[in-house]
């Protein structure tokens, strides 16, 4: 039986299981040995709080629709970081060059469940590559989501950088802003993230909860304020304090998914004297002045070539390792807990 991690409601998790499915033609079946949960995303579905869960997402017009659910309790297979072993290829593809084949280690997003099948055209490329344990390849999509920040930064050799939130994906976006040139001063409310990034190349830490983060920082650039800020929690008052804090016509990734209405969030202050820029990065697309170049598989490859290359360093950022059957603690730690984990990754 093929098991899969569902949502029933909010913060309620089941291990449900199904029979599996036959492979289609143009497949891939794959077994799953590792699946990392998302702290951001994820958390959205399972607390109740995901925009899709309330109104319709209209990919034509690019709006949400009132009225109607895009998404409804139970949420089967929720998740976007897997990695797992090749079981089957469709007939027609073995042997196929570019394709992965049976026995080949492959990430890619296939969602919380014991065995995915996965249209072969999705996984070109997506093999792991050599020396990597598989840990690491369920670091792919959140390193991408890193990276697409960074890149929709712009950021040049020696700008004052401030990345706001440190948790996985933020420690990744401090490492990967600290390896384009940033001098970067790392914002959050944990101490013990904090303190893991120093190690991620953080030159500054600022704790959110007791220092006055924008004070700090013009003062530390001579008044001037950041060139950056790179907002990666998803709080609006984080967001809030990140337009505080950078330069006149500053620029601010925002790259949180933000729940609700902006309670915290002031844009007639200084984001309106000081003439910030605004910028969403979201990893459904690459910067535009970058499409020419870049692409999100782009993104994701070149991450995990990093990490091979010993330039980023995933597997240390992994906190728990729980089994499957256990996945309901795992999003209580996540949910009430955060202090005491960073990456929480299912092992089926």
Not at 113 to 135: F, K
Not at 171 to 194: E, I, K
Not at 196 to 209: D, E, F, I, V
Not at 252 to 262: R, T
Request: proline share 5%.
């Amino acid at each position: 039986m093929e098991r899969v991690v569902q949502f029933t409601g909010p913060r309620q998790v089941e291990l449900a299981e199904q029979s599996p499915a036959e492979l289609p033609p143009g497949h891939l079946r794959v077994r799953t040995r590792y699946s990392g949960i998302s702290a951001g995303t994820e958390l959205t579905a399972y607390r109740g709080t995901n925009p899709y869960l309330t109104r319709t997402w209209d990919p034509q017009a690019r709006l949400f629709h009132d009225g109607a659910a895009g998404i409804e309790y139970p949420v089967a297979g929720w998740g976007y970081s897997e990695v797992g072993e090749v079981l089957e290829v469709s007939p027609e593809l073995a042997g196929t060059q570019d394709i992965p084949q049976v026995g080949d280690t492959v990430w890619g997003i296939w969602g919380h469940r014991s065995e995915g099948i996965v249209p072969a055209e999705r996984m070109v490329g997506h093999t792991l590559p050599a020396g990597l344990e598989p840990l690491a390849g369920a670091f792919a999509r959140v390193g991408a989501i890193a990276y697409n920040a960074v890149l929709a930064g712009d950021i040049h050799l020696g700008e004052d950088v401030a990345i706001f939130g440190q948790g996985v994906i933020g420690l990744l976006t401090t490492r990967l802003a600290q390896l384009n040139g940033a001098r970067v001063t790392a914002v959050d409310a944990l101490d013990g993230r904090l303190e893991t990034a120093k190690r991620y190349g953080a030159h500054h830490t600022l704790n959110a909860r007791t220092d006055a983060v924008a004070e700090h920082i013009r003062a530390a650039t001579a008044g001037r304020g950041a060139d950056l800020a790179i907002e990666i929690s998803g709080v609006y008052p984080a967001l809030h304090d990140a337009v505080r804090s950078v330069t006149v016509g500053g620029r601010v990734v925002a790259s949180g998914f933000y729940q609700g209405d902006g309670i915290g969030l002031r844009l007639g202050d200084e984001f309106h004297h000081n003439r910030v820029q605004l910028i969403c990065s979201q990893i459904g697309g690459v910067p535009p002045q970058l499409s020419g170049r870049w692409t999100v598989e782009r993104l994701q490859q070149t991450f995990l070539r990093l990490v091979a290359e010993g330039q980023v360093d995933v597997t240390s950022l992994v906190s728990h390792v729980v089994p499957a059957a256990d996945a309901a603690d795992a999003y209580t730690l996540l949910d009430e807990r955060p202090a005491e984990a960073l990456q929480v990754v299912l092992e089926f």
